[in-house]
């Protein structure tokens, strides 16, 4: 397979490649796929002896939605190979809309964490309000929005209405996130991880030099976008005796795209989240990759305000984006909580959520408490006031879940357990506390721990469970080693307390049928 060679010929010192297949609307997508199949295979094996990690996935536009302002495309890609992906098109639904095709997608992730889905939105109109709400409603939980083509020939006059299709989907993502409903959008998560993170990126489109694309001739573009036009080819792969061909003067025109070798974005205030924008949109505005239209950027930094003010309600309910953005875009989003409510039933430690009436006894316990559960987090302050648990209560974190633990038959807690994804894949965080640390000794207390992990890791969604014990945590680290954790490693010097450095160990626990793949 030409493309997959290319790939790997021009992938330099990068270490995880992607190979999309994308086939025409309406056909079988299965017959292309077999046929690729062996070469896909002989490739990521190529790929594995250069120490690199090959994905591979298919592409292919939906059948058109009445009304909708956008052409749509699915895509299914696994980390691990092409076999997946062949056994989930032979489930692929006869009926190809949207709604199936989400579900279908839904369906092949649950067996597997290698495998996942995407949709990609086009916009074909400027006015697309509601554009991610309705697709997220209809399923998909990764939404990619496309905005260059539209961006790219919209008229100087329709601009103001683009802004604000983009600004009323910014905000629908963000409202969505704010009421729990934790899915990816794109380009929004990656400004709003950028914004959270305070990292710069210099350079937004990846065209030209992190990304490559091959038409059925073998021309070589910067881009997919690009083939519509026979715009700017790169050259020529030399597919049935044609001479092959690299255009290395257009070739490094693209490595000038960027804020930071563009002397327009230079001053330009939203250099650091733009990176320069897109080259599909400079090229057809301007009729160059690195000269952006003054109007157009006028548009993108009005986006980007809207983006920042989004992300200003978000940041104020402490959304925790660089592990959600790690974990939303390579994973099922977690714990089925209301199972491990389900299961503690009748065991000799239950758990519930806290409430507004346990606030006074939680202010109380974390006043200048020294365990993990309350200093080992981003937050730890030891000042808890009655009020803000009652808000913990009343306004639950949708990405996080603390538990009240309780005797079966009482209603007092005796310890807390806080639940929150961690950025690896299928892997949760769990901070324990017993406010008794005698009672980390009890025989029935550690039983009901075990059966309280049996019960989070039958979801299938977590594989791994990682607890801090910290040096005040008086009895925990011996609780946890006689319930199956082992120790996974110490963070030297990690936490700050009565004025000198500790440091916390980590226990992990490992689901038995997923060690060998979490193994170091
Ligand atoms: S908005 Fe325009 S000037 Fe500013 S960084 Fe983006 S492309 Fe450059």
Redesign the pocket.
Known sequence: MAAGTLLLARSRNARNLRLILSIPPGMDPSLPWADAEPALRNLGETARLSDKKLSVGILQEGVAVNGEPCEWHWLLENDTGPELVTESLERLPKKKDPKAIAGWMESCETDTDSLHGQVWLTPNRADFSGLVRRWRQWGFRRIILRDAALAADLPAEHLDLYVAGMRRNAEDYANDLLKGDLYLCEPFATWFRLIYAGEPSWRGDPAGTGRLAVNGQGTIYPDAEFMSGDALPLGQMGIGGGEATWDADRVSAFLDLG?MT?P??LG?W??GL????QALV?YRRSGSITR?DPS??DA??RILEHVIAAFNTLSAAGIPFLDLHRALGRSKSGLSWRLLLRAVRGSVLAARPIRESDAPLLARWERWNPAAYFTFTDSGVLLATTHDRENDALHPKPWQMELALIRPGQDRPIGLLRLIPHRLPATVWAWLYLRDPAAYGHAGTRQGLRELIDTTLRDRAVRRILTPAGTFDDGLEACLLAVGFTRAGVLRESLYLHGRYHDVTVFSYTRPDSRSNFSG
Request: glycine share 18%.
């Open positions: 804020s563009m327009s974005c330009c939203a250099r733009c990176g320069g924008g400079h952006p157009w950027c993108r930094r």
